[in-house]
């Protein structure tokens, strides 16, 4: 526990400190949100708001993460730690960089040209599954000394699904789909100040909870090959845990800045960027289809747009007034911050839900 509490502190620190001086230095640069008008007068007042800010805490995380297995590395079960970097924190930081990167370069362009054109769709989407694909196939081809693997085969809700063998191709198929879709979820979702910051707090924490529990009823690599029915088969439970809350720590310290009247946006670098990070936890966790309900909102969201888009394309009506969905309210006549705090307890509802069937399976399992 001291591990995932310092690695949490630290990156909050750094984001808290590091985010007015990334509004500074993204305000020199002239690198403002470019805003399309969509008839919200709220948008309006926002052109010119730094952007960009998730780099703070995509860098407050990697750091947070060092500080947090420096910790873990003090702890008398020496079995746990390893001198370096585990292989489940290189593929999960890995892929929060990498995917952070392809929006970085979606928010450069957007800067570049003034404009909110950045990456084409197909650009960012090919950006995502090229990454997701390399965290896939990392996870799944490179093998501890006991031959536990960061991800699964088969399909996971809250332990593997035996019966759900889909083989290694088909497991990074899947991988591949999960990252995309909370990536992309996590990006429709931050359109009002502090939304998507504040409802991935509340999803990384839960897998900051989940991963300490797993740590907790750990089974998998103990070297006397037990794998007791309520153990968790998951390769390096804690470096999870240190990394979920690292993560929800720098979202925290940045949530300070960018609430309403935002002074700085957390752009596509920081949107797809935890997106495919939760999307990787969930994986990591063997709780990819648990993620549905944790990340409840992200998935609200994403699926009230595709309907807006089937239904467009298919019949010229919209079923929403405007999507993503806090849009839809805004043109109700809600305030920003009343759609933001209901938002959260959806969020929160969900996450909450979520962790009452994890534990609840526990609890069946253990009898």
């Not at 404009?115 to 501890?144: E, H, R, T, W």
């Not at 789909?177 to 359109?191: E, K, W």
Request: aromatic fraction near 10%.
């Amino acid at each position: 526990m001291r591990a995932v509490i310092v690695a949490a502190a630290v990156a909050f620190i750094i984001s808290l400190a590091g985010t007015p001086l990334a509004v500074r230095v993204f305000t020199a640069l002239k690198a403002g949100q470019p805003i399309r008008s969509i008839g919200l007068a709220s948008n309006e007042g926002k052109k010119g708001t730094p952007t960009m800010g998730g780099v703070v805490f995509i860098v407050a995380t990697v750091f947070a993460y060092v500080a947090g297995h420096i910790a873990l590395t003090t702890l008398p079960e020496r079995q746990i730690a390893q001198e370096g970097p585990t292989m489940t924190a290189l593929v999960l930081l890995g892929l929060f960089v990498f995917c952070g990167a392809v929006g970085f370069f979606d928010d450069f362009l957007k800067v570049r040209r003034r404009n909110s054109d950045g990456l084409s769709a197909k650009g960012k989407l090919l950006g995502q599954a090229i990454v997701g694909a390399g965290f896939g196939i990392a996870a799944l081809y490179v093998p501890s000394t006991n031959g536990q693997t960061v991800a699964s085969e088969h399909i996971s809700l809250i332990r593997d699904i035996s019966w759900l063998n889909v083989g290694k191709v088909g497991a990074v198929m899947v991988i591949v789909f999960v990252i995309m879709a909370m990536s992309n979820g996590v990006n429709l979702t931050d359109g009002l100040d502090g939304l998507a910051t504040g409802a991935s707090i509340l999803v990384l924490g839960a897998y900051a909870l989940i991963g300490f529990w797993q740590y907790r009823h750990w089974c998998a690599d103990d070297g006397y090959g037990r794998v007791n029915d309520y153990c968790y088969q998951v390769r390096d439970p804690l470096e999870i845990a240190i990394i979920a809350a690292a993560a929800a720590g720098a979202c925290v310290g940045f949530l300070w800045w960018n609430t309403s009247p935002a002074r700085i946006f957390m752009g596509d670098v920081g949107s797809l960027g935890l997106g495919a990070l939760i999307g990787g936890l969930a994986v990591a966790t063997r709780t990819t289809l648990l993620s549905i309900m944790i990340g409840g909102l992200f998935v609200i969201i994403t699926t009230t747009w595709v309907i807006q888009i089937v239904s467009y394309r298919t019949t010229g009506r919209r079923v929403f007034r405007m999507v993503p969905l806090h849009h839809h309210f805004e043109l109700a006549g809600w305030s920003e911050v009343n759609i933001v705090v209901r938002f959260w307890i959806v969020a929160g509802v969900c996450v909450a839900v979520g962790l009452g069937l994890f534990y609840s399976d526990f609890l069946a399992v253990v009898g």
